[in-house]
C-alpha cells in the first residue's frame, strides 16, 4: 500500500502563488508516475500534471501550462505542485495520485489516491 497526504493548500488572491506537497509513504513509489488532480464543485475530478520517475517526464492540462510546474523529490519521496499566477477558476481540491497508468490524463488509471488539500483563489 501507499499513502499519500498532500499538504499546502488555503486562500490566496488571483495572481497569487501556492506550493502544494504530497508525501508519499508505504510500499517504493518505483516506477510510479506521480500526478496531480482537482476537483472543483459540482465537476468531475479532472488532469492538473504528472512526472514520470523515469527521466522525470512532465504534462500538463493545457490551462495550468506555464503557471504551474510539477517537481517529484524521489529520495525524499516526495512530490510538488508551484502554482504561479492562480486564477479564481484554479479553485478546487487538488488530489495527487500515485501509478502505472497508460495514459497520466486518465484518473482510473492511478492506484493510489491521497485525501485532497483545499485551494481558494479569490477574484
Known amino acids: 500500500q501507499v499513502q499519500l497526504v498532500e499538504s499546502g493548500g488555503g486562500l490566496v488572491q488571483a495572481g497569487g502563488s501556492l506550493r502544494l506537497s504530497c508525501a508519499a509513504s508505504?510500499?517504493?513509489?518505483?516506477?510510479?508516475?506521480l500526478a496531480w488532480f482537482r476537483q472543483a464543485p459540482g465537476k468531475e475530478r479532472e488532469f492538473v500534471g504528472a512526472?514520470?520517475?523515469?527521466?522525470?517526464?512532465?504534462f500538463y492540462t493545457d490551462s495550468v501550462k506555464g503557471r504551474f510546474t510539477i517537481s517529484r523529490d524521489n529520495a525524499r519521496n516526495m512530490l510538488y505542485l508551484q502554482m504561479n499566477s492562480l486564477k479564481p477558476e484554479d479553485t478546487a481540491v487538488y488530489y495527487c495520485?500515485?501509478?502505472?497508468?497508460?495514459?497520466?490524463?486518465?484518473?482510473?488509471?492511478?492506484?493510489?489516491w491521497g485525501q485532497g488539500t483545499q485551494v481558494t483563489v479569490s477574484s
Open positions: 512526472v514520470t520517475r523515469i527521466g522525470g517526464h512532465t
Open positions: 495520485a500515485a501509478g502505472r497508468p497508460r495514459i497520466v490524463a486518465v484518473r482510473n488509471d492511478y492506484d493510489y
Open positions: 508505504g510500499r517504493t513509489l518505483s516506477p510510479a508516475t
